[in-house]
Nanobody
């Protein structure tokens, strides 16, 4: 059974920081491209960041320079360090594991940025 479990969400003031974690089980983690997506209230889910098995990274323009994705294959965990948070970053953040046609998804963790 494949499980992706996100953690680290919460409430923070604008300009603050959070670090999200996603621990995977049931997959050969090091072979997967891992990603973070988010869904803001009333909007569709959107891409945030991705890291390949070869640790190449790509970011959405809206988070470039503020968010950093990384992975620890020994811990089967992918991270998203989020700095300089803005109210528009408020969303449920989802972890994604992809290798081939059928990706796996976590249940999501809420991030709220508000003063």
């Amino acid at each position: 059974q494949v499980l992706l479990v996100e953690s680290g969400g919460g409430s923070v003031q604008p300009g603050g920081s959070l670090r999200l974690s996603c621990e995977a089980s049931g997959i050969a983690f090091s072979r997967y491209t891992m990603g973070w997506y988010r869904r803001a209230p009333g909007k569709q889910r959107e891409f945030v960041a991705r890291i390949t098995s070869g640790v190449g990274t790509i970011y959405a323009d809206s988070v470039k320079g503020r968010f950093t994705i990384s992975r620890d294959n020994a811990k089967n965990t992918v991270y998203l360090a989020m700095n300089s948070l803005r109210p528009e970053d408020t969303a449920v953040y989802f972890c994604n594991a992809a290798m081939g046609a059928l990706p796996y998804w976590g249940q999501g963790t809420q991030v709220t940025v508000s003063s």
